[in-house]
């Protein structure tokens, strides 16, 4: 009996949903909209659903009521005649007249949404660009020079709420301020998607397409990738996360003086220990080259090479540096040089010709990857 009485409470949840507006907090409805275009698309949805459900009853109601009154166990005799009726004649015109007005109801609205994401003066105060890898995402704030790459957060169990849609850094966004997103990748169709904050478009190799999104609120928005790019598909989520302006700001000039000081670091003349480098490295490889080239090393035989005992991670060092720097054209195997400083690099490389019974005892330095670029 509660079941019954839970499931008539939940469908009456979805019904209010459609038809009152402002039903936002509904988990059966779209999420709550944070930005004014997406809030169109909510409002031409909440529209369409509306005139959809009116009609559906009136449907219902019709075949219901034919069903239970012009049957012929109770002696119905069909109007043989109906064509012939003032009704039967005009309602061959009408109805479709009817249909028209409904859709060209819908097609005003959703032509002026289209306009509003299609306008390409549209204005902005800030430009991010959004670039799709498999599987991860990387943001440059151009108008700072602030850049980073955001991974999925591997420590979630399933049991935890936000398990696969939580990552290691957030897209960090002022509140009230027109950012116009551009999208590209370095490898396959991606699709960069938040729908509580800005529409979706795809994400293609060797072109940049563009969103846009003013978010009204803080909070923490989330999205994932909507193209399915392959086996890591569903490992790349996105959280945006907006603040206010002064915040923002802060935020900003940290990330800013943050990679003023890595640079410094990685250009110095510094020697490197062993011991420092492979903790870099090791940090550095489970977290970027451990999706394909495994945790062990070991890779996936006849798709990601093993570097375990590989020829490469273990011979010429400067081919090795090369490997890393511009990748290996024609597979799934990256440059890296935009990615990574020297150092970094050089942490990486330290690890992968030291790990897995790897003894090769280099340890590379920042000055040998800043010869082979
Ligand atoms: C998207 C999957 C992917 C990721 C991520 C990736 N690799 Fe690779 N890597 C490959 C593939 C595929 C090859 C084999 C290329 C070929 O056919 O020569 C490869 C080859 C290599 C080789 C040469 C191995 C050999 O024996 O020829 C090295 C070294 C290497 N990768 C290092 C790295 C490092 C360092 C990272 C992280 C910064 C990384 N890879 C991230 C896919 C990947
Ligand atoms: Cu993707």
């Known amino acids: 009996m509660n079941y019954i009485k839970n499931k008539i409470a939940s469908a009456t ?3 209010s949903s459609l038809l009152v507006n402002n039903a936002y907090a509904n988990k059966y409805n779209l999420p ?22 009116i009609i559906m009853v009136i449907v219902t109601l019709i075949v219901v009521y034919s069903l239970i009154v012009h049957r012929k166990d109770k002696g119905y005799v069909p109007d043989q005649n109906f064509h012939k009726s003032w009704f039967g004649r005009w309602a061959w015109l009408l109805v479709p007249i009817f249909v028209l007005g409904v859709d060209f109801a819908i097609a005003k609205s959703a032509h002026h949404t289209l306009d509003t994401i299609f306008d390409e003066h549209a204005e902005a105060d800030m430009t991010v660009k959004i670039t799709g890898s498999q599987w991860k995402w990387s943001y440059e ?7 980073f790459t955001s991974n999925l957060n591997k420590d979630l169990t399933p049991e935890d709420e936000f398990y696969l849609r939580d990552v290691d850094k957030p897209l960090v966004l002022p509140v009230n301020t027109k950012v116009r997103l551009l999208h590209t990748t370095t490898d396959v169709l991606h699709d960069w998607w938040v729908p509580a904050i800005a529409f979706k478009v795809d994400a293609i190799p060797g072109y940049i397409t563009e969103t846009r999104t003013e978010i009204l609120r803080e909070g923490t928005y989330r999205g994932q990738c909507a193209e399915n790019c ?10 945006v996360k907006a603040v206010s302006k002064e915040k ?11 990679a003023a000081a890595a640079a410094a670091e990685a250009s110095s003349d510094k020697e490197w220990t062993m011991e420092e480098m492979m903790a870099k490295g090791e940090e550095a490889f489970n977290k970027t080259c451990a999706a394909c080239h495994q945790v062990t090393g070991e890779g996936v035989p006849g798709v990601f090479k093993a570097l375990k005992g590989s020829a490469k991670a273990t011979g010429d060092v400067k081919v090795h540096i090369q490997t890393v720097l511009n990748g290996v054209a024609g597979t799934a195997m990256a440059a890296w040089k935009d990615q990574f ?9 330290t690890y992968e010709r030291n790990a897995w019974g790897n003894n090769t005892g280099d340890v ?7 010869a082979e670029r």
């Not at 704030?141 to 850049?147: A, E, H, R, W």
């Not at 392959?230 to 959280?239: K, R």
């Not at 590379?364 to 800043?370: S, T």
């Open 341 to 349: 400083n020297d150092l970094e690099i050089a942490a990486i490389i």
């Open 141 to 147: 704030y151009l108008d700072s020079g602030v850049k």
């Open 230 to 239: 392959g086996t890591g598909h569903a490992f790349m989520p996105i959280v």
């Open 248 to 258: 923002f700001a802060e935020w900003r000039d940290q990330q800013v003086a943050a």
């Open 364 to 370: 590379v330095q920042p000055k040998d990857v800043a």
């Open 13 to 15: 949840g979805v019904v």
């Open 32 to 53: 709550e909209p944070a930005d004014p275009v997406v809030q169109q698309i909510f409002d031409l949805h909440m529209m369409t659903s509306l005139i959809a459900t």
